[in-house]
């Protein structure tokens, strides 16, 4: 019981808000590490909505992935509040019967190139 009150965290609290310069750093030294690897990926805002409007959506997973083409990307799927992936989810249908739906896996971010890295210039 310990283990698990000192374990168990707040899906929707993960994350904090970090100053530009402390970012800046983390991409920097990333960049230096692995100079080869894509600088960013763009992924739009609609489908990481649609992600978190499931039912019971509390945050959202990436994982690093290769595509069929052989490409690096980045995979995410929607969490509940236990951190286990929404792999699927009850909704009620048009008919008023309870079905299960798929959750959310997506991809197809974008791998953003250095002129398209503007919106972070000081790095």
């Known amino acids: 019981m310990q283990t698990e009150l000192l374990t168990k965290r707040n899906v929707a609290a993960v994350g904090e808000q970090v100053t530009h310069e402390l970012g800046a750093q983390f991409i920097n030294n990333f960049h230096q590490a ?70 959310v896996v997506a991809d197809r971010v974008g791998p953003s190139s250095d002129s398209e890295d503007w919106w972070w210039d000081f790095c």
């Open 34 to 103: 692995h100079p080869t690897d894509a600088k960013a990926y763009v992924i739009g805002k609609d489908i990481i909505n649609q992600i978190l409007s499931q039912p019971g959506c509390e945050g959202i997973k990436v994982y690093n992935a290769i595509n069929e083409f052989g490409q690096k990307t980045l995979v995410y799927v929607g969490l509940n509040a236990e951190g286990k992936a929404l792999v699927n989810y009850s909704s009620i249908s048009q008919q008023g019967t309870l079905t299960m739906q798929d959750g």
